[in-house]
């Protein structure tokens, strides 16, 4: 059931990629993570016992149509479930509260069993939270589908599919059907959260909650491990464990400095980076800023653009490096949909001889109005 902050003005909702061992729940949530276009993204972690076959992964994200009623946005919370993971205190912690289900059935040969015993474990995994697996968002991804003993779709479909979920055929290893298939479920619970907030009961329901700040990815994974130690203390502490994802490595450039000072170009210091997406040739990088002049922290986005002049350690070794320095990023105004790039404000540049010449007119200033305030009590004596 999504979670509803007044506070924040932001309703949560969970989707929970669940299958077999070896159908590709991790595989999607790594993935789509990959392709997904967002207004934010958090970054990738994965949690779960040290001693499991696997875990889970998990991040959220805000998309780009957020607004599901009013100015209340959706965040979406992603998390894969997969059958190698038996610690029932971490499955009912992924599964509390779900909006949403993936079910990833095995297309190959040899995986009806697992994919059919997947199932029944998700539908009693449900029943025992008080939920049933007909009444959610649901659909059903065959997964492998490239394999060699691959069987039909729909014969797949056949063994696990009785209520008729929509049903999408996806080889996610290489990023095919995955997007689809997120994109299936996730509109699907949008358009069930707006019926709730419209007021149609048959929809269901929201928790609400108050939270002056946005759950940041750490806090919720950290927050999932508590809950998971709690629900199962004979499990040693140490078992338990949670990572950012390390798979990503830099390339042979390494770290490319941009010089990027917003102290002089907005008068404000950044607070945290919300997310970042690439769009078309920009690269959008989403910051919660805070004005040094006192006032309300706001949130910005940078544009980089990714084809604007090619700084000089970066040229081709045939070419000579040009003495042009890249532009520097434009700001967007998040605020406003779809963003529209802004200059960057010009400051007019003072030297050290300016400075003086001020201070000199403004020193001969104060002395010709006190001399003129003396003058005349002299002249009433």
Known sequence: MAVVNFATREITARIVYFGASGAGCNTNVR?????????ERSRLHKFGSSDSDEISWYFDYVPHEANVSGDF?????????PGGIRLVAHREEVLDQV????FVADARTGQTAANLDSLLDLERSLALQGMELAALPVVLQVNHADASDARPVEDVAFDLNPYGFPLLRAVASRGEGVAETHAQVSVTIGRRIQ???AGDDSAGGLIAEYRADVERD????????ASIRARAPALPAALLEASEDTDRREDALGVIEVALPLRDLLDARPLEVLGAELQGERILIHLLLDPLSGAEVTRRTIALNTISTRPPSLAPASTASTSSA???????????EPSVEMPAPERPHRDAADLAAWLYGFAGLCGGIAIGILLGYLLGL
Do not use: C, K, W
């Open 31 to 39: 993935r789509l993570y990959d392709l997904l276009s967002a207004r």
């Open 73 to 81: 946005q959706l965040r979406i919370r992603v998390y894969s479930l």
């Open 99 to 102: 909006d949403g289900v993936v």
């Open 195 to 197: 019926a709730i907030m």
């Open 218 to 225: 750490e806090a919720v994974v950290q927050r999932h491990l």
């Open 326 to 336: 890249p532009s520097l990023p434009a700001f967007v105004d998040q605020t406003n």
